[in-house]
């Protein structure tokens, strides 16, 4: 018996895991792509909700040199459709890598969709 709850929990567990992340091109969570920012005081990832408003905040690392974000998951504790949200790009190794080689956005089939870079 134990084995077949035992099952279920790891099924869960998987998709989690390998769950591939949401789309730039999902205009249910962006109404424009999100963008870099580029401002006297540094910069900021920024992006605008879309229709369905699902508080957010990107994952980003830096591989290859390359500064990435995704988006994993969102919460529906707080709803802001198409408002303005912004994440701060502080870390020194984020800056570097924006700096030298760029910034990305990983879409869930792995495809890297260059981030433009605003001058604000």
């Known amino acids: 018996m134990r084995r077949y709850l035992a099952l279920p929990a790891l099924l869960v567990l998987a998709a989690c895991v390998y769950y591939p992340g949401i789309s730039v091109r999902d205009e249910s969570f962006f109404s424009e792509q999100p963008y870099i920012a580029a401002r006297t005081g540094g910069y900021s990832l920024n992006w605008r909700y879309g229709s369905l408003g699902c508080a957010f905040s990107p994952e ?3 591989v290859d040199g390359e500064l990435q974000f995704r988006l994993l998951a969102s919460t529906s504790t707080a709803c802001i459709p198409r408002r303005e949200g912004s994440m701060p790009i502080a870390k ?8 030298s080689k760029g910034a990305f956005w990983v879409e869930p089939d792995g495809t890297r969709l260059k981030l433009t870079l605003r001058y604000e």
Request: hydrophobic content about 35%.
């Open 60 to 62: 980003s690392k830096v």
């Open 92 to 99: 020194p190794e984020q800056v570097r890598a924006l700096e």
